[in-house]
């Protein structure tokens, strides 16, 4: 009877040691999940963000092509005035050359009626 009982108390030594072991793994193995819970945590934050700055890119990128645009268009303006101011530069040439022949043409007038 003493021999069951020892062996009887060595069992219960020996489930109770499992039972801390187990204990300690599933203490382990809940760190493990908070863990895990974190690092998926962390990931879906990344990858919000990531969608974020994929949207901030895509608003840069088309406001940038917005900004290309207009300074094609403001090149293009800028060539036409020039090409305007280059007319406005010659009509004025051909003004003062027309303005000179009528002043010739009004003294030759005047120098023929006076002879007459």
Do not use: W
Not at 21 to 36: K, P, S, Y
Not at 39 to 57: F, H, Y
């Amino acid at each position: 009877n003493l021999a069951l009982q020892r062996s009887l108390a060595l069992e219960r030594t020996s489930v109770e040691s499992l039972r801390i072991e187990l204990g300690v793994l599933a203490t382990e193995g809940q760190d493990e999940r908070a863990a895990t819970e974190r690092c998926v945590a962390s990931l879906e934050a990344a990858n919000a963000e990531q969608e974020v700055l994929s949207a901030d890119l895509t608003r840069a990128m088309a406001s940038r092509d917005a900004l290309a645009q207009e300074l094609r268009d403001l090149r293009d303006t800028l060539g036409e005035a020039r090409e305007a101011a280059e007319a406005a530069s010659r009509l004025a040439v051909e003004k003062r050359t027309l303005d000179q022949e009528i002043i010739a043409l009004h003294e030759s007038a005047r120098r023929a009626a006076e002879e007459k």
